[in-house]
Structures are given as C-alpha cells and as structure tokens.
C-alpha cells in the first residue's frame, strides 16, 4: 500500500547503518553516571568497573543522566550498542551500578504511583477496568487530534520511537516466567504484536514505515540523544518489570493497562495525522492499533492479568501497581510534552533538525 | 458458543468479554450479507457489542468511551434475583 502513496517526503538516505542489524551508537554523556558507565562501555568487561559515581539527590523521573544511564544498561539485554563487548550484558560490576540506578528510580515510581485500595485485589480484571476509566491523564491525543501541529505530530513520533521501534519486546521477557494459562494469554497478543508470522505486519515495522513515510530516521535509536528524562523513565519503567522476575505481575499489569490506554488515543493519533494531510503510509501503524488493541485489552485485562491473579493471587497487588505505574510516568511524560508546546518550544531535548 | 470445524477439527469459539466485545477464535469466515468476506487481518478478531464502534462489525474500543456494561456470561430473563 504504502508504494502506491503519492507526495512522500524525501526519503532518509540509508547510509552508514552500524553493523548488526539494530546496533546503535553510544549516545554522548550527559553528566558523571553517563560520563564513567560510557567511558567504562568502550572497555573491556574483565577489567569491571573504576569506582563509580553513585546516582545525585534530584528527582529520579527528571534526572536525564541517571535516567540515560539505566536506558543504556537495559539496552544492553536488547540490541546493544556498537563498540561495546556483549559480555558486557552480564558483567557482575555492571549489574552492581545498575542496580544502584533501579533503587532510586524503583522508590520514585512507587512515590508517584497512587496506593491499591482495599478490596481491589479480588478481581483484578474488575480492578483494571475501573483504575482505567478513573485515569485522568493529560489529554495529549486530544490535544494532538484537534489543534497539535506537524512538528509536534514529529517530536511525539521521535518520543514514542524508543518504545514503538521495539514494541511488545520488554513484556516478552516475561513469557517464561508464566504458567500455561496466563502465558497463553500473553502469546496471543505477542502474536499479533509481531505480525501474526509475517514481518511488514510487525508493529515495530509499522512504526519504522510510519517514520520513514514522516521523513523521520527509522533506524533503531536513531533519535536516542533528542530523547528527554520523562521519556526515557516510560521505557526504564517497562524494561525494569521485564528484566526482573520479581516484577512480572507489574509487567502484566503494565502491558494490560498499556492495551487499554491504546485504540482510543491511536484513533485520535491517526485523525490527528490525516488533519495534517498524511496517507495510509503514515497512519497504517496507528490504525492497525485501533483495531487490534481493541483485541488486546479483552484479552490483557480478563485472560492474562486476570489468569495470572487466579494462579498466583499474591500477585494481584503487583498488577495492579505495574497498571497504575504506567498510568503514572506516562501522565508526566504526556505533561513534559504539553508544557513544552505551550511555551512554544521543543519537547525533545534539542529541536529536530530542519523543523 | 462453540462449533467443531470439520476441515480441521480445530474449534470456534465465541466469548462475550465483560464491558466489552465477543473475540473469535479458531477456524470461521467474516462475510456480509451477500456472502462477500469481509477482511480479516489477524487470527483472533474482536466485534463490536456496543454497537458504536466506527470500524463496525469490528470493535474500536468506543465501549470504553461509553460505559458499555454487558455481563461475560450468559444473561438470564427474568432476573434470577428480583430488581432491588
């Protein structure tokens, strides 16, 4: 289809990719976490570690240097970087200085995330439903559909990037970690994030075609160093349930609330794109979602995040945690960008080029 | 609700999920009433219940929107219990 879509910007010449597929550069430092975890990164593995500066006293969900240094040491389990040794994915030295970053960031989140109430642990499926229509989220979608210009249309691609170019990824993680019921639940949906079998129907590949088409860069971690704090503590989020096994009911409940936060918002993405004269090209990803999160959050919400309470009902207040979490750092991401655009500046960390 | 393939003997089901649509799974075919299918891109499809989906017979999530409020079983006429 996308062949056929007349009036397409300039394609992004497909020059000098690293090699290995998705491998990215190490973006520059930001500060000293940043600074001794790159300089160590473009080392070798054996030699550990030099002593390393311990995370500041600021706000974890702000601070852009902690927060880039967990993105690149999560990244490591993903498509690590070029340049660095891939021993390094499980250096006990590196695994020490991340866990530093996590336990600050881990007591921040569970600071902003509003406490489970009593008697919502009984249903989860029920529970979800309700946390859900309660939320009172900024009305980024609303906004972007209605009154959001191109160039914000383009920084909200770039953001949504360093999740969407490896959609459904982190929640895999948790597949092992499942009994039979539950894992079922969550490979139905896994199916369909990654095409049903057939690649060009992945949705990581659809967003890819969807910033190609915008005459974005769609190469994995292209826009890394544009990205924000509050952007990148959405994916710290996910990666943090997804890496760690103690975390599985809140990677549940994040992926069940991700899917029932999706269709209404990825409807209004797409009008919000065919306002600013887009074709299929642009909006396949964001219509597609539409439809098939409407499966998703059926399926999420009662089979999985459900199933799961039923077979491990001690962890019905983790799901419903991972739920309100995401709710929680997705509201201050959605803030960050709304308070930028009202001041007329860029949301990301430095403007696009040529915008 | 429930049928036996006889080309696979794989199963159809349908299941009404509560607030929300009916997903389809197994073997079927989508068709409108002049027997044309109507596409089908992935292996479990949801249908609108609500009946105020924009991508109808497909579910849009608009229940959502609407405080659609359906029960996941089967609903009993009348009432087993008497309305309050």
Redesign the interface.
């Known amino acids: 289809m996308s062949a056929t879509e007349p009036a397409r910007p300039p394609a992004i010449p497909a020059a000098e990719p690293p090699p290995g597929g998705r491998l990215t550069h190490l973006p520059e430092p930001v500060g000293p976490l940043t600074g001794s975890l790159f300089a160590a990164l473009r080392g070798d593995p054996a030699a550990g570690l030099e002593a390393m500066p311990a995370p500041g006293g600021g706000d974890p969900l702000t601070d852009l240097d902690l927060q880039l240094a967990l993105y690149c040491c999560y990244e490591l389990h993903y498509a690590g970087f070029e340049g660095v040794d891939e021993r390094w994915e499980w250096s006990p030295a590196l695994l020490a200085f991340r866990a530093a970053l996590e336990a600050p960031f881990e007591a921040a989140v569970s600071a902003a995330t509003p406490a489970n109430e009593p008697g919502e642990l009984g249903n989860v499926?029920?529970s979800l439903?309700r946390i859900?229509?309660e939320d009172d989220g900024p009305p980024l979608s609303r906004y972007l559909e209605t009154s959001g210009t191109r160039g914000q249309m383009l920084e909200h691609v770039v953001h949504r990037s360093a999740y969407q170019l490896k959609e459904a990824d982190p929640h895999s993680w948790t597949i092992p970690r499942l009994s039979p019921g539950p894992k079922a639940a969550l490979l139905?949906v896994q199916?369909?994030e990654y095409g049903?079998g057939r690649a060009e129907?992945m949705h990581a590949v659809l967003f890819a075609e969807t910033m190609r088409a915008l005459g974005l860069d769609p190469r994995y971690g292209a826009y890394l160093e544009l990205l924000p704090a509050p952007t990148l503590a959405t994916v710290n989020l996910l990666s943090g349930f997804g890496l760690h096994r103690r975390r599985r009911g809140a990677a549940v409940g994040h992926l069940a609330a991700f899917e029932?936060t999706?269709?209404?918002p990825n409807?209004r993405y797409g009008n919000a794109l065919r306002r600013l004269g887009c074709g299929k090209d642009v909006t396949e990803f964001y219509d597609e979602h539409?439809?098939?999160?409407?499966?998703h959050?059926?399926?999420a919400a009662?089979d999985l995040a459900g199933g799961l309470a039923r077979e491990e009902p001690q962890l019905a207040g983790e799901i419903l945690f991972g739920a309100r979490a995401l709710l929680a750092l997705e509201a201050r991401w959605a803030q960050h960008l709304l308070d930028a655009w009202e001041r007329s500046r860029t949301s990301l960390r430095r403007p696009l080029d040529g915008d | 609700m429930s049928v036996m393939s006889k080309e696979r003997g794989e199963e159809t089901t349908i299941t009404p999920?509560?607030?929300?649509?009916y997903?389809v799974r197994g073997p079927f075919a989508l068709r409108d009433p002049d027997g044309d299918p109507i596409p089908v891109?992935?292996?479990?499809?949801?249908l609108c219940r609500c009946g105020k989906?924009?991508?109808r017979p497909?579910?849009?999530?608009?229940h959502?929107?609407i405080g659609f409020r359906a029960p996941?079983v089967l609903e009993t006429w009348p009432p087993e219990r008497p309305e309050p």
């Open positions: 499926g029920e439903q859900v229509a139905e199916f369909d049903g129907r029932m999706s269709s209404v409807r539409v439809e098939a999160d409407a499966v959050e059926a399926i009662w | 999920y509560r607030d929300g649509p997903l891109t992935r292996r479990t499809i949801a989906s924009r991508t497909y579910c849009d999530g608009t959502k929107l996941g």
